[in-house]
Each structure stands twice: as C-alpha cells, then as structure tokens.
C-alpha cells in the first residue's frame, strides 16, 4: 500500500462532544451528570489561592491513591497539607486527624478519598470546618455532596486528582496527564 493509498482511507467522523475520541471508542460522557463540572480557570484560581489541603480518607499505606497524592503535595507544592483518618495516629511523619473538627486550623481544600455513600457526611463537615473548597477525587461524583457544599458557599470540584491538576498547571504534566519531561528555570504560574 502506498503513501497516497493510506491518506485516501475514510476516517470515522469525530463523536459530537468528545474532544478526543478514538476511532470506535464509545463516548465518555456521563449523562446522568447534571453538575456543572468546574473548569480549568476555576481549578487553577481554587489552587493559586489555597495554602492548605486537608485530606479526607489519607492511608498510610503505599499501595493507596492518597498515599501517593499526600506525597506529592506534602514534598512538591506550597500547601500546608493535613491528614485526616481516625484509625491512623501519624501518616508521612505527620499527625494524622479523626476528623476535619480536630485540624488545627481552617482548611482551604478538603480532598475527600472515601466512598461514595460517604462522600454527603464529608461535604457537611467540609461547611462546618469552615473551609472554601470541596474537591472530591478521580472517580468521585456526588451531586447530593456538591449540593451540600455548594449551598453553604464552597467551591466544588469533582473527578478531578488535586497532584494531577497542580503538577499540569506548573508545567510538570502534559494536559492529557503525562510527564512533559521539560526541566525549567522559569518562575512558576502558582505560587502562594
């Protein structure tokens, strides 16, 4: 087969509302969402602003998600980061909280890793600790949850990893969530 033979092959046309789709890939969506998801801008300026990440649901185990996200936060970004598990005492060196109530300050995020029928129970003690910002993690959608928070004048972000979006943001990820490789002296965009 030529060159000229492989362009002439017809291409599916791209899905309506998928940015990204692969050929025979079924689209991504989610209709039973009704949430209006929180856009770049809005994460960026919710991250520029915070200096302190509470996380809901930290392990102190290595295999978890929010093992590796309390890592990344803790070593590589601005925030003042708090654990929040009532059977751990210490995760990464830290003390480790039974709940929001018992940090001992106001968070400006609350990054929630629990399960999903936990995630209204989170969201209330997000507004009563006072803090601005309710992020639920990649697969985490809970609209009784952004309700909650939302009522009580918190931003909400869902589905989204708090590590994933500040690296992407300070060039360390591609925006499809990869490495870029790129080593920099540049100023950062987001800084406290």
């Not at 060159?3 to 599916?12: E, G, H």
């Not at 018992?102 to 003690?125: S, T, W």
Request: one cysteine or more.
């Amino acid at each position: 087969m030529t060159d000229a033979n492989v362009c002439a092959v017809p291409q599916p046309a791209p899905t309506e509302g998928v940015a990204c789709a692969l050929p025979g890939a079924a689209p991504a969506a989610h209709p039973e969402r009704t949430w209006p998801a929180a856009g770049p801008q809005e994460r960026f300026e919710i991250l520029r602003r915070a200096k302190s990440i509470a996380i809901v649901g930290a392990s102190d185990n290595p295999a978890r998600a929010s093992y590796f996200v309390a890592t990344y936060l803790s070593g590589s970004s601005p925030y003042d980061v708090y654990y929040v598990n009532p059977r751990a005492s210490e995760i990464l060196g830290q003390p480790a909280y039974a709940s929001l109530a018992d940090l001992p300050v106001v968070p400006d995020i609350v990054d929630v890793f629990r399960k999903h029928d936990d995630l209204p129970g989170v969201a209330q003690e997000a507004v009563d600790a006072g803090a601005s910002t309710l992020w639920l993690q990649l697969g985490s959608w809970h609209e009784g949850a952004a309700k909650i928070a939302a009522d009580a004048g918190l931003s909400v972000v869902m589905d989204r990893c708090v590590k994933i979006e500040h690296a992407r943001f300070h060039g360390g990820l591609h925006l499809a969530g990869f490495d870029t490789g790129v080593l920099s002296s540049k100023r950062q965009l987001l800084s406290r």
